[in-house]
């Protein structure tokens, strides 16, 4: 490795000397993002808004293959729709933004830059359900909303973020708290496949749950500093906005009923996931599936056989490319190919092809994986075929690393100092009892910052023994973590 390329790999911090720098080191030298003018916003750069355009997809065939369709309604919300649920606007209130003029005039009602649809959304559905004939309403939209962040970081946290809200209404709580699981199962189906990253499914506290909201159910992941994130959310809204807005139905026994209501999302805080799970001291790792560039093509060309490797890259290029790989090929002269090498590594590209005059002469070409930096030599009549598979096990083994990662840092005691002891040295996932009561939910967190992830579906038939806090007797087996 040259000086060149030593320095180059240099400009981004080590993880274990600054995560927080190595996070942003990451997602600025990646060109994923760049820093608005207005404090807390962002700017999605090409390759960042590639790599969420592919989430986006994978995710909105699975959320149509539900039966859901998609719709949008306003960014402006009136200050009297948002007031009719106190819940729902005292969970709001410290990040609303409001309009107050439009041009020079003072409005005559403040509008809400949207922070969540329900309460728009609510208004509709009363004009359009009268009956249940009319059931269920299956809508999602995608869109951007707001939320004044006091503290921001890229992707995680940030004033303006785009995301996906499934809005649903049905007639009766079965339906309602069937589809609330079902849309659970679609994000962990979605972030663990495509995502490759593993999460732990579980219902809310009440202390946790969404302002407004009966229950919510969320999925939770580990980064690879120990910290938790949540990474999607379900909520069974019960009839409680369909009692604010007057949302009713005749059912078929004549009787006039309120619908039952869910809601569901996740955000661009996805990609922070990706990355935090995923990326390494020399940069990104993204996952094949999502990935806006799955190959990078590197002629290696000295200058007596540049013509002849251009030549045939060329061809390989348009071949790969015509299969359906995402695939980019990199033949700028005034970079060497070690430097390119850096380069693509840092973007995460999920597998490097390398051709030179003596892979020519062989009749192949030398493939390394970002995952796990192996080589292999491969016939070029063979790539078509070959590099499909590699792909799926790259896939596969991005996905299983992380989940060994998250197996390794899941803890489990009923010894409170020990609690303490791990959650400051070690962190990660904590599995503990619990009684129930937020007073012990809100000590802890008090004491240790962490805070109750959800209540793992998996862990529920085990025994919980004594809440962590208290010493009383356990209702449940829960998820503590520090968590962003």
């Known amino acids: 490795m040259g000086k060149q390329d030593k320095e180059f ?23 994923m993002m ?8 962002m700017v999605i750069r090409p390759y960042g808004y590639a790599l969420w355009e592919n989430m986006q997809q994978g995710l909105d065939r699975r959320i149509k293959d539900t039966g859901h369709q998609n719709a949008y309604f306003p960014l402006f ?21 409001w309009v107050t003029h439009g041009g020079n005039e003072k409005l005559t009602e403040r509008l809400v830059v949207r922070p969540t649809s329900e309460t728009i959304i609510c208004e509709m559905y009363s004009r359009w359900i009268q009956s249940y004939r009319d059931l269920p309403v299956l809508i999602n939209q995608w869109c951007n909303v707001v939320r004044w962040e006091k503290v921001t970081r890229p992707f995680l946290r940030t004033t303006e973020f785009l995301w996906q809200e499934g809005h649903t209404a049905h007639r009766n709580e079965e339906e309602a708290e069937e589809e609330t699981r079902k849309m659970l199962e679609v994000y962990r189906d979605f972030v663990e496949n495509d995502l490759a990253v593993p999460v732990i499914c579980g219902q809310k506290t009440e202390k946790e749950k969404f302002a407004g909201a009966l229950r919510t159910y969320s999925i939770e992941a580990l980064m690879s500093d120990g910290k938790a994130l949540q990474a999607g959310t379900s909520h069974n809204l019960g009839t409680h906005f369909a009692k604010v807005f007057d949302i009713t139905y005749l059912d078929s026994d004549g009787e006039l009923k309120y619908v039952w209501q869910t809601s569901w999302g996740v955000t661009t805080r996805l ?20 990935a806006p560039i799955q190959a990078i093509l590197i002629p290696i060309t000295p200058k007596k056989a540049r013509k002849q490797v251009l030549s045939k890259a060329a061809e390989i290029f348009a071949v790969l490319k015509e ?14 190919p070690g430097w390119k090498f850096n380069e693509w590594e840092m973007k995460g590209v999920p597998l490097r092809i390398e051709l030179g005059p003596r892979d020519l002469e062989a009749g192949q070409a030398v493939l390394v994986r970002r995952d796990n930096g192996e080589k292999e030599t ?24 992380a989940k060994q990662f998250m197996e390794e840092n899941t803890h489990r005691t009923d010894d ?29 967190k008090e004491e240790t910052k962490a805070t109750i992830r959800n209540i793992p579906f998996h862990l529920q038939q085990e025994d919980p ?20």
Request: hydrophobic residues 40%; aromatic residues 10%; contains cysteine.
């Open 9 to 31: 790999v240099k400009e981004i911090t080590p993880r274990s000397q600054d995560y927080s720098q190595w996070y942003l080191d990451v997602v600025l030298k990646a060109q």
């Open 34 to 41: 760049d820093y608005a003018p207005v404090k807390g916003c």
């Open 77 to 97: 919300i009136p200050e009297s729709l948002l007031q009719k649920e106190a819940d729902h606007v005292e969970g709001f209130a410290p990040e609303v933004a």
């Open 271 to 290: 990609i922070g996931a990706i990355i935090m799970v995923h990326g390494d001291d020399r940069g990104l790792m993204l996952p094949p599936k999502v």
């Open 323 to 336: 299969s359906g790989l995402r695939i980019e090929m990199d033949d700028r002269e005034e970079y060497s």
């Open 378 to 401: 491969v016939a070029l009549s063979e790539l078509t075929q070959y590099i499909p598979v590699l792909l799926e096990k790259i896939q596969t083994n991005m996905y299983q690393k």
């Open 416 to 444: 409170y100092q020990e609690f303490k002891q791990i959650m400051e040295e070690k962190r990660g996932f904590l599995v503990a009892g619990w009684c129930g009561c937020v007073e012990c939910e809100n000590a802890v």
């Open 465 to 484: 023994g004594r809440c962590i806090y208290c010493g009383q007797d356990g209702k449940h087996l829960v998820i503590f973590a520090r968590a962003y």
